[in-house]
């Protein structure tokens, strides 16, 4: 597509539920991230998918927080048994190489 | 881990005057710096970058600098505008090969009509 698509826009769950946030991005970019932004707060780095290599996981709190990206497209970041610190809008991002990230709209999470 | 601190964390400024936001790091291996805007409840959307071998860019309004010895870099904007109103994030690629950024904390730049 044209830009990166990331949906839902918006989730609001129930505490201790799981949930899972999809990023489709530009096609043919080889990089794909995930950031989270609390409100009023900066981009904290997650995870980071690059071609066929492992992903960089070492930006995930927790261990109730995963990704996949299938097919070298397609991510999901999954979260379990989410807890009211989860919430924050997380961002997702794909790159071409050294071009610089362009961004998704985000989904917005809020965990209740 | 790498870290980048951005300064200073709000900024304020009449209508045509200039904005310097300033992001300092450690690593001197790192080699790409972009900035970045984000408008309230929009997406960090790219609006310059520098490479390491390059010492300033400019583009329109905007330019940034890069001062590799002292590792700074700062992102200057003159002439500023209400629309120009946003958080600003500068950005630097890690190391050892990835192309994942580190960010700055941000800047909530207003411009005062």
């Known amino acids: 597509g044209a830009g990166v698509s990331q949906s839902p826009s918006n989730k609001v769950t129930e505490k201790g539920k799981d949930v899972e946030l999809r990023c489709d991005p530009i096609?043919?970019?080889?990089?794909l991230y995930w950031y989270r932004q609390s409100l009023g707060q900066g981009l904290e780095f997650l995870i980071y998918f690059q071609g066929n290599s492992a992903p960089d996981k070492s930006g995930l709190p927790s261990d109730r927080f995963s990704a996949e990206r299938t097919g070298g497209s397609v991510s999901t970041l999954t979260i379990q048994r989410t807890q009211q610190e989860d919430s924050a809008v997380y961002l997702c991002?794909?790159?071409?190489?050294?071009?610089?990230?362009?961004f998704g709209s985000g989904t917005r999470l809020t965990v209740v | 881990g790498e870290n980048v601190e951005q300064h200073p964390s709000t900024l304020s400024v009449q209508e045509g005057d200039s904005a310097v936001i300033k992001c300092t790091y450690s690593?001197?291996?790192?080699?790409?710096f972009p900035w970045y805007k984000q408008e309230l409840g929009k997406r960090p959307q790219l609006i310059i970058d520098?490479?390491?071998?390059?010492g300033e860019k400019k583009d329109q309004r905007i330019a940034v600098t890069l001062n590799k010895t002292a590792k700074h870099f700062s992102l200057h904007i003159t002439e500023t505008q209400p629309e120009d109103s946003a958080v600003y994030f500068c950005?630097?690629?890690?190391?050892?090969?990835?192309?994942?950024?580190?960010f700055g904390t941000g800047t909530r730049l207003k411009v005062l009509a």
């Open positions: 096609s043919g970019h080889t990089a």
């Open positions: 690593d001197s291996a790192s080699n790409y």
């Open positions: 950005a630097l690629s890690s190391t050892s090969g990835t192309y994942k950024y580190i």
């Open positions: 520098i490479r390491s071998n390059v």
């Open positions: 991002a794909s790159s071409l190489y050294t071009r610089g990230y362009t």
